[in-house]
């Protein structure tokens, strides 16, 4: 069993910055890929960011140069530190997270944490 455990969301102005952060825990062997997914009310799940094993990152065009994602493997801990919020960044945000058990893959996703931006 694998857990995700998501914080760091809330209520920010126009502007401002949020951390989030989302630990694993568990039976892990290994972890892949980290990220970030979020979903906006009557919208499509959508990425936002994503980071491998080896660093590499990807980016929604809509929040390059924004928003930053980080993670500590030995931590098993991924962060999205997001910059210069915009309303339309008003969504519910969720980490993803892929690795292995010693038994078998897991992909998971965290219980999703609310951001809101007022104007």
């Known amino acids: 069993q694998v857990q995700l455990v998501e914080s760091g969301g809330g209520l920010v102005q126009a502007g401002g910055s949020l951390r989030l952060s989302c630990v694993a825990s568990g039976s892990i062997f290994s972890i892949n890929a980290m990220g970030w997914y979020r979903q906006a009310p009557g919208k499509q799940r959508e990425l936002v960011a994503r980071i491998t094993s080896g660093g590499s990152t990807t980016y929604a065009d809509s929040v390059k140069g924004r928003f930053g994602i980080s993670r500590v493997n030995a931590k098993n801990t991924v962060y999205l530190q997001m910059n210069s919020l915009k309303p339309e960044d008003t969504a519910v945000y969720y980490c993803?997270?892929?690795?292995?058990?010693?038994?078998?893959?897991?992909?998971?996703w965290g219980q999703g944490t609310q951001v809101t931006v007022s104007s």
């Open positions: 993803n997270v892929n690795g292995t058990t010693r038994l078998a893959t897991f992909a998971n």
